[in-house]
């Protein structure tokens, strides 16, 4: 195990360097909280389709219970039970259209991962920095529980638990528990809990901040603690109904599974759960007497537990759906938290957003009417005024608003647009739209993935480590 | 799928060139068994341990089922549930002795297996062939059903079932079902089936033929049917009760397995059986309601069941035990078949060998001396007298004899130190006679093994075959 720890040290120690600005220790944090007995017992593992272009490169790194999936290295780093995804990455001969730039790709992107940690952290789709659009580049940050690195390349940052770093360059920031962080580039900045802050430095500016104390009664981090909260319970409550799967080599589902609909072999369906067609559930997914209707998706690590979403709804990762209503199109932002009661349904109309890390915990029934912008901290239906507005009021805005603690600046409508067109990208790429020939997306591609199981060296000096493991698609047989 | 078949198609056109000299129809025989979705269903693993170099290259292959533990490298091929082992490969630097020759070993020696297709086939030790030190080839052959390719480069070789070739180099050969041939190097010859064949070239030549019609009663092969018999029914009707042990990423014993002791995860412990320290159960091979004395050892694809081995047994690849009581050092041959019956029991007395390919299927109690070397066909007490002798008396001859159908040439001892040196070799290569601290063999260095399971592509053009694959050991990591 010896090496396996001075690959943590090493870590630590760089992010530490990074972050020296900010005056944080790292280790503090996390030097007590890595479960090194179990990145030795857990395995990792890979897929294989006809679909996406294979190329794995592991050296000197433990991968325990983490899946790839595309192009993607790890050098030198920990990554502990997340989901890492390549199946959106940007290919050679592509273009990134980026504020009027059309901008050609030279190779085929890949996911590098160099001198970082990774807890259970999403890595997903592709870069979005204009200025490295071949590497989706992760480096000597450390990321924690149930943290969603998406589309944002990293170098020294600390992401806490339960934040979202999306579409975002980051460099040498904090990023505090449950943040949310679209803001294009970002250096230097120590960012506190429970911020959600949406820029585009030309059109707009969406800021909001938990109130401290209620946040920490959902997610609380201190140093060498593992963080508490009712997030983490509720998903340590269901983590032993995943073991059955990973203890088999393939799964089986009593679920019907109709046309063009895909429930991947690491999700969780229970119950009484009925599929609809084009539906997609990701890997870690958790669904459970639930109806997903035509072209619904649930993204890695979310809950779906007794409700309804009645089709082309996008849960994103690490949403969670318990006891609501949701009418069609309605979107779920990153890691938000939405709990009904048996007898306090939580219902939400037709096309509205609810934003990344919105949570909405009810004390009695709640209807949100249809095509409405939901944020912040949601408990009944008084709540409601301050945390929401319609789509087309927002539409309206011009020079800015305030909203409760919502602090709007810029144009309404460009923001409004941003969201609108993303989560039609995304429903398209999820292949919600597919009509058994044309709009193929992941439901249909990840149909038939074969995973690879790999585990570490079980003793010895190098126990906890992975062995060098380089994986690359077929070269034609030579005829003769 | 289209790739796999034409991998195949590729091997079976090359075999057939290397045989065109014995005018035969390699795709008559084979075309039609090979289970094509059986080659898509399956996966393969390889073992990772601190104590075998770690070096894997498998390239446009099917590796189905197989095992793989040590250096080896598939090329082109195709190798379905073949157990290929790497542990006891030459290592650079060591020496290998021959006809007092000492060779220096220049270096890590390599399993290449290229344009071949092993179906159920074990290939393990080291290559025997001195002018092949470093490099242990299987090219251009095709090795069929339970078939031990052993310590044996082959070029342009058809193996059929249940035969084994070993310690022997081959050139363009058919090796007969059933038959044994361990003669140092052969080329061109067509053995035909069932032929025990032990020669060395300047001291001794042992040579027995099992009559034509009783060896099609267990086993018989003809063009395009699987093979047939005895031997297959036996190995089918245990077959499902590996599947569980297939179904699951890790398994798990019931069974209590001493200090020095080792279970294959993929070996099969029933029933009311006892293990003792050192003892070594390979992987695939099953035991039933029986005692594994001290140091005994079941190596892959043996079946011991109902019967008792007092202790330091060596049950070789293929060998099966039923209803029968071993003595302490009683070794039993590759592929030998000892069926008795519960009124019906074969006991064998301290030392006794038998010898690789023997069947002894009892119709009544038979009792084999201590010391003896046994061979051929046995179904009662009276057909001991023409196919056993007592090793005082084999030591004894100096220019050959005659027992039944066995004919031996030249010098009886160094016939039988030849074989017995040979057992002492196994005991300590699996570790029988480890004391807590040395001595340490397979027993003990086989204990903790990580098997990573590989798939192969589950669709389109390529299904069936796995993407390139390239495992190495850990470089030293940089400290900076």
Not at 284 to 304: F, L, P, T, V, W
Request: negative net charge; glycine residues 8%.
């Amino acid at each position: 195990m010896k090496e396996l720890q001075k690959v943590i040290n090493r870590i630590i120690e760089r992010v530490n360097v990074n972050l020296r600005e900010l005056d944080i220790d790292v280790n503090s944090y996390i030097g007590e909280i890595i479960p090194l007995n179990q990145l030795v017992k857990f395995y990792g593992f890979y897929g294989i389709t006809p679909h996406h272009p294979l190329d794995f490169d592991f050296r000197y790194s433990n991968l325990a219970g983490s899946c790839f999936l595309g192009k993607c290295s790890v050098n030198n780093s920990v990554i502990y039970k997340s989901d890492i995804r390549g199946d959106e990455l940007k290919k050679r001969g592509e273009y990134f259209e980026y504020n009027g730039y059309k901008i050609p790709i030279n190779d085929d992107e890949i996911i590098k991962i160099i001198d970082s940690l990774l807890v259970k952290t999403l890595v997903h789709n592709y870069s979005h920095d204009p200025e490295n659009l071949e590497e989706f580049l992760i480096k000597n940050s450390i990321s924690l529980h149930y943290a969603n690195i998406h589309g944002s390349k990293i170098e020294g940052c600390f992401v806490l638990p339960f934040s979202t770093i999306d579409l975002t360059t980051g460099h040498d920031c904090i990023i505090g528990a449950f943040s949310y962080i679209q803001a294009e580039e970002i250096e230097h900045l120590d960012i506190k809990d429970g911020t959600v802050w949406v820029r585009n430095k030309d059109d707009f500016n969406f800021f909001y901040r938990f109130n401290e104390g209620i946040l920490k009664k959902y997610i609380n981090f201190e140093p060498n603690k593992r963080p508490q909260g009712i997030f983490m319970d509720f998903v340590e409550e269901r983590k032993l109904d995943f073991e059955h799967i990973y203890d088999k080599v393939k799964s089986k589902t009593d679920i019907n599974i109709p046309y063009g609909a895909s429930i991947d072999r690491y999700a969780l369906v229970k119950g009484n759960t009925r599929i609809s067609e084009n539906v997609l559930v990701a890997q870690r997914a958790y669904i459970q007497d639930s109806i997903m209707g035509k072209g619904a998706n649930a993204q890695e690590h979310c809950y779906i537990i007794n409700s309804c979403l009645e089709g082309y709804n996008v849960t994103a990762h690490g949403g969670k759906v318990i006891n609501s209503m949701l009418g069609q199109k309605v979107f779920v932002g990153f890691n938000s938290f939405l709990r009904g009661k048996p007898d306090a349904v939580l219902t939400i109309g037709e096309e509205s957003i609810v934003m990344p890390h919105t949570i909405i915990d009810l004390e009695e029934k709640v209807d949100i009417p249809k095509r409405h912008i939901v944020w912040g901290y949601i408990k009944n239906q008084k709540d409601i005024e301050s945390n929401s507005a319609s789509i087309d009021n927002f539409l309206k805005i011009k020079e800015g608003a305030i909203y409760g603690n919502l602090i709007f600046k810029g144009n309404g409508e460009y923001f409004v647009r941003a969201f609108q067109n993303r989560i039609e990208h995304i429903l398209e790429a999820n292949g919600a739209y597919f009509d058994g020939n044309r709009n193929r997306g992941h439901a249909q591609n990840n149909q038939n993935i074969s995973f690879n199981i790999i585990q570490p060296y079980p003793e010895g000096e190098l126990e906890g480590l992975y062995p060098t493991i380089n994986i690359k698609p077929l070269m034609p047989i030579q005829n003769n």
